[in-house]
């Protein structure tokens, strides 16, 4: 069944054979978005999006295939959308660096001097020390940031990169 033929659906199927009469739409789908890495992942993502569906589908409003379909690309944009999200955020660090950082960081609390990171942090100006402590302290995002210091999405996300970098050239090259 592909998109274009599927207009004998209904919601008040049971939701098995819906699933099953939808399965061509998923692929589809999720051909359509360039999906070929956690395939199975998805396709489950798009199975909770039916039952969503399927729960919330009122005849009256339109035909269903169409809703299915809105709800089916709906979440698996979303989920795309969070995963995105997470690895921008997220950053690996292999044992040995971990180890380096934590041996760094125990030999400066013993010597009782403020830490070059520290010192770097007091000389950054004012909407800079702000952008780095809604994102990293508070956990706010890029448009939330953008919304409280009435700037433009891009250029908090640029100005957020660009302390990061500078912090960590100055960070390791001073040592």
Do not use: C
Not at 73 to 99: P, Q
Request: charged content about 25%; overall charge negative.
């Amino acid at each position: 069944m592909s998109i274009q033929n599927d207009q004998n659906l209904s919601s008040t199927q049971s939701f098995e054979e819906i699933l099953e009469a939808v399965q061509p739409m998923i692929t589809t789908i999720l051909t359509q978005l360039h999906i070929y890495k956690d395939f199975d992942y998805y396709r489950h993502i798009a199975s909770i999006a039916v039952w969503r569906a399927w729960l919330k589908a009122d005849p009256a409003k339109g035909q269903f295939s169409a809703y299915l379909y809105s709800w089916i690309k709906g979440e698996i944009l979303n989920e795309l959308s969070k995963e995105k999200n997470y690895t921008e955020r997220m950053t690996v660090v292999d044992d040995e660096t971990l180890n380096y950082i934590l041996n760094e960081l125990e030999e400066r609390d013993n010597q009782k001097n403020p830490s070059s990171l520290e010192i770097m942090l007091s000389q950054l100006k004012q909407i800079e020390r702000k952008i780095l402590l809604l994102y990293y302290a508070e956990d706010y995002s890029d448009p939330e940031i953008a919304n409280v210091l009435g700037l433009s999405v891009a250029a908090i996300k640029k100005r957020r990169v660009r302390l990061v970098q500078r912090l960590k050239h100055q960070l390791f090259i001073v040592e």
